[in-house]
């Protein structure tokens, strides 16, 4: 079980670090419109294809994970769990929402009608 959490937590840091990337490209794929040498990796170019390759593994690794979550949350996860804490004492409810059950008499309620007279 501790597998998965750490799992899960790697996932989010990974997820938040996919956002994060996303978010400092620009949309006409000019990475992060810094000035510099044009050759170097710091330049206009090379920032935006740092973001492109780090966006690519981030997809990636957050695919993978996904996967990898999915499997453990199956394998640790057990059915009888479920089955154990089902009630079965319980009598099945008329589909037609009639009750199986004779009703109850009530008895009747007292009039407080004004023109009756009776006033109990």
Known sequence: MSLFFFLTIVQAIVA??????????????????????????????????????A????????????IVLAAVAVET???DEITTTIDRNVTPADPLGGSTQAPAETPAAPSSDPLDGNTN
């Open 16 to 53: 938040a670090a996919l956002v994060g990337v996303i978010l400092m490209q620009r949309s006409e794929g000019g990475g992060l419109g810094i000035g510099g040498n044009p050759n170097g990796m710091m330049s206009a170019r090379g920032a935006a294809d740092f973001l492109t390759r």
């Open 55 to 66: 966006t690519k593994w981030l997809a990636v690794a957050f695919v993978v994970l996904s």
């Open 77 to 79: 996860g057990s059915a």
